[in-house]
């Protein structure tokens, strides 16, 4: 363990600038719900109304959670959110513990850091006491939080807990998961495959007898029922798991070699097929797990969307508030939810496409680059491969959400004309998040290193805009600099090309202005 003090104060310094938007996230999200909830159903007689409503819809309650948390307003609370922040959570603590473990390993740094005194387990102690006192952040905030907007202080100490204890478990489980694969990617979609089956079972769980959902860390923590019961001794199984993990961890990283996995990766093909012949492909065979992730994924929310877009009519109407949150109000209230539906999807398509544009950068940076450059490809065609990821990489993520909805809303109504309904309803969202990957360009070109930042911000603002502009009372310059203000909300409103295509010009401009930027630079600065 020698070192360990030492590495923690490096990788808290390394962190200063990405930690705290993840921490931010998670807790404006919180923030912004038991804000809302409160002011929907502050009162025993709303309350009891969103009980009738939702409380034997399955298809909400596979979303959200046990119907029990809906006896109180904090418990409503927790139903609403506690399932989708533990996602953040779980993806913070998988992100952190990679990047500052398998990660450094791949890149070659922490064989430097190994040749100081350090320690052979000090770099995974460093990175899970880094993760642990994350974790203990989150629960403050999450706490003060819940707390600060008028819930118990005893069940909001018991909600930061709990979002703690499945940050903890997700971050053990994958300190263990990088002893055993070589590279980081293996070890992310590990992760992400045990996490996309704890919220499965949870809601499997949920919807059923309750027994599955114990065999998920999302359940575990949900089934400490803050403000409807408070069970604390709950929070023993998440700890008792992080603990074994932790020890499972240690064990596999003393059977391994240094820079190795326990797994070793199959070795490739001696010579390329025609199909890696240009660069083009070489961007899609590069991605291609991670687009068909994200596309299987908002396509299930798509079908889990759909499945209660028959109900929301008798939803708004047991609970006129929830008109003031849908675009055009109660005017038609199955448009409006499916319009706003489709806009959160495009959102989620916008952070695909940021961050299968910023893998252009990853190349650049690792200096996997180098050698494409080296060969015929020109900066064009190289810029152009990844481009093309992003772009119809979206357009594909867009298209799966909406039918995925279709399917299942068309079912609902028996109404097959659904499904092509909604799929080109969802693609008319596509320009506004073409405009967002074309800044990521933009500042490839010319801000190469703050590419990133810029990126994420640009999503984070529109998904403000998009979402909390009327709640926030923002002014309207501020929410017209977002292009999905300009888009028209279909299905509720008509679609006006005009608007669209001013969107795919300004997108065009940016693109042109960052391969301009890309010529006049040096690879890799």
Same mark, same amino acid.
């Given at each position: 363990?020698?070192?360990?003090?030492?590495?923690?104060?490096?990788?808290?310094?390394?962190?200063? #600038?990405?930690?705290?938007?993840?921490?931010?996230?998670?807790?404006?999200?919180?923030?912004?719900?038991?804000?809302?909830?409160?002011?929907?159903?502050?009162?025993?007689?709303?309350?009891?109304? &969103?009980?009738?409503?939702?409380?034997?819809?399955?298809?909400?309650?596979?979303?959200?959670?046990?119907?029990?948390?809906?006896?109180?307003? *904090?418990?409503?609370?927790? !139903?609403?959110? !506690?399932? !989708?922040?533990?996602? /953040?959570?779980?993806?913070?603590?998988?992100?952190?513990?990679?990047?500052?473990?398998?990660?450094?390993?791949?890149?070659?740094?922490?064989? %430097?850091?190994?040749?100081? @005194?350090?320690?052979?387990?000090?770099?995974?102690?460093?990175?899970?006491? &880094?993760?642990?006192?994350?974790?203990?952040?989150?629960?403050?905030?999450?706490?003060?939080?819940?707390?600060?907007?008028?819930?118990?202080?005893?069940?909001?100490?018991?909600?930061?807990?709990?979002?703690?204890?499945?940050?903890?478990?997700?971050?053990?489980?994958?300190?263990?998961?990088?002893?055993?694969?070589?590279?980081? @990617?293996?070890?992310?979609? =590990?992760?992400?495959?045990?996490?996309?089956?704890?919220?499965?079972?949870?809601?499997?769980?949920?919807?059923?007898?309750?027994?599955?959902?114990?065999?998920?860390?999302? *359940?575990? *923590?949900?089934?400490?029922?803050?403000?409807?019961?408070?069970?604390?001794?709950?929070?023993?199984?998440?700890?008792?798991?992080?603990?074994?993990?932790?020890?499972?961890?240690?064990?596999?990283?003393?059977?391994?070699?240094?820079?190795?996995?326990?797994?070793?990766?199959?070795?490739?093909?001696?010579?390329?097929? @025609?199909?890696?012949?240009?660069?083009?492909?070489?961007?899609?065979?590069?991605?291609?797990?991670?687009?068909?992730?994200?596309?299987?994924?908002? =396509? %299930?929310?798509?079908?889990?969307?759909?499945?209660?877009?028959?109900?929301?009519?008798?939803? /708004?109407?047991?609970?006129?508030?929830?008109?003031?949150?849908?675009?055009? *109000?109660?005017?038609?209230?199955?448009?409006?939810?499916?319009?706003?539906?489709?806009?959160?999807?495009?959102? &989620?398509?916008?952070? +695909?496409?940021?961050?299968?544009?910023? $893998?252009?950068?990853?190349?650049?940076?690792?200096?996997?680059?180098?050698?494409?450059?080296?060969?015929?490809?020109?900066?064009?065609?190289?810029?152009?491969?990844?481009?093309?990821?992003?772009?119809?990489?979206?357009?594909?993520?867009?298209?799966?959400?909406? %039918?995925?909805?279709? /399917?299942?809303?068309?079912?609902?109504?028996?109404?097959?004309?659904?499904?092509?309904?909604?799929?080109?309803?969802?693609?008319?969202?596509?320009?506004?998040?073409?405009?967002?990957?074309?800044?990521?360009?933009?500042?490839?070109?010319?801000?190469?290193?703050?590419?990133?930042?810029?990126?994420?911000?640009?999503?984070?603002?529109?998904?403000?805009?998009?979402?909390?502009?009327?709640?926030?009372?923002?002014?309207?310059?501020?929410?017209?600099?977002?292009?999905? #203000?300009?888009?028209?909300?279909?299905?509720?409103?008509?679609?006006?090309?005009?608007?669209?295509?001013?969107?795919?010009?300004?997108?065009?401009?940016?693109?042109?202005?960052?391969?301009?930027? %890309? $010529?006049?630079?040096?690879?890799? +600065?």
């Amino acid at each position: 363990m020698t070192g360990v003090p030492g590495l923690l104060r490096f990788m808290l310094r390394r962190e200063r #600038a990405a930690l705290p938007w993840w921490l931010l996230g998670a807790t404006v999200l919180v923030l912004v719900q038991s804000t809302q909830s409160q002011e929907l159903y502050g009162t025993p007689e709303a309350l009891e109304r &969103l009980r009738r409503t939702i409380g034997s819809n399955t298809a909400v309650i596979a979303m959200s959670g046990p119907t029990r948390l809906l006896d109180s307003i *904090g418990g409503e609370v927790v !139903f609403e959110i !506690f399932a !989708f922040v533990s996602v /953040v959570v779980a993806l913070m603590n998988m992100f952190l513990i990679g990047r500052h473990t398998r990660a450094e390993e791949e890149t070659g740094r922490a064989e %430097l850091l190994r040749s100081a @005194r350090v320690g052979r387990q000090a770099p995974l102690a460093a990175a899970l006491a &880094l993760a642990g006192l994350t974790n203990l952040a989150v629960g403050a905030l999450l706490t003060a939080v819940m707390a600060g907007t008028g819930l118990p202080v005893g069940g909001s100490v018991l909600f930061g807990a709990a979002m703690a204890a499945v940050g903890v478990v997700f971050a053990t489980l994958t300190a263990a998961a990088a002893q055993v694969f070589e590279n980081a @990617r293996a070890a992310y979609g =590990a992760v992400a495959l045990v996490l996309g089956a704890a919220f499965v079972l949870r809601a499997a769980g949920d919807v059923g007898s309750g027994a599955l959902s114990w065999a998920s860390p999302i *359940g575990w *923590g949900q089934r400490t029922f803050p403000f409807a019961g408070d069970r604390w001794w709950v929070l023993l199984v998440p700890f008792a798991a992080a603990a074994l993990l932790v020890a499972v961890a240690v064990a596999l990283s003393r059977r391994r070699d240094f820079g190795a996995g326990l797994v070793r990766p199959r070795p490739g093909r001696a010579h390329a097929t @025609r199909s890696l012949s240009n660069p083009y492909a070489l961007a899609w065979r590069l991605q291609r797990g991670s687009l068909a992730g994200w596309a299987a994924g908002l =396509a %299930l929310l798509g079908v889990a969307y759909g499945s209660i877009g028959d109900s929301i009519q008798q939803y /708004v109407e047991d609970n006129p508030e929830i008109a003031e949150f849908l675009p055009g *109000g109660a005017a038609d209230v199955v448009d409006a939810y499916l319009a706003l539906t489709v806009g959160m999807a495009a959102l &989620l398509a916008a952070a +695909y496409g940021v961050a299968g544009m910023l $893998r252009l950068r990853g190349e650049e940076t690792s200096g996997r680059a180098e050698p494409v450059l080296a060969t015929a490809t020109g900066r064009l065609s190289w810029l152009a491969g990844h481009l093309s990821v992003a772009l119809a990489g979206s357009a594909l993520v867009l298209l799966a959400f909406g %039918l995925g909805e279709g /399917v299942t809303y068309g079912l609902t109504v028996s109404d097959a004309g659904q499904v092509p309904r909604l799929a080109g309803v969802s693609l008319a969202y596509l320009p506004a998040v073409w405009l967002v990957v074309a800044v990521v360009v933009l500042a490839l070109g010319w801000l190469p290193r703050p590419a990133a930042v810029l990126g994420w911000v640009a999503v984070g603002y529109c998904s403000v805009i998009t979402l909390f502009a009327d709640s926030f009372d923002l002014p309207g310059w501020v929410r017209r600099a977002s292009p999905f #203000a300009h888009t028209p909300q279909v299905p509720l409103a008509d679609l006006t090309p005009a608007p669209l295509i001013t969107i795919v010009v300004l997108a065009a401009l940016a693109v042109a202005a960052g391969y301009a930027g %890309l $010529r006049r630079r040096d690879v890799g +600065y």
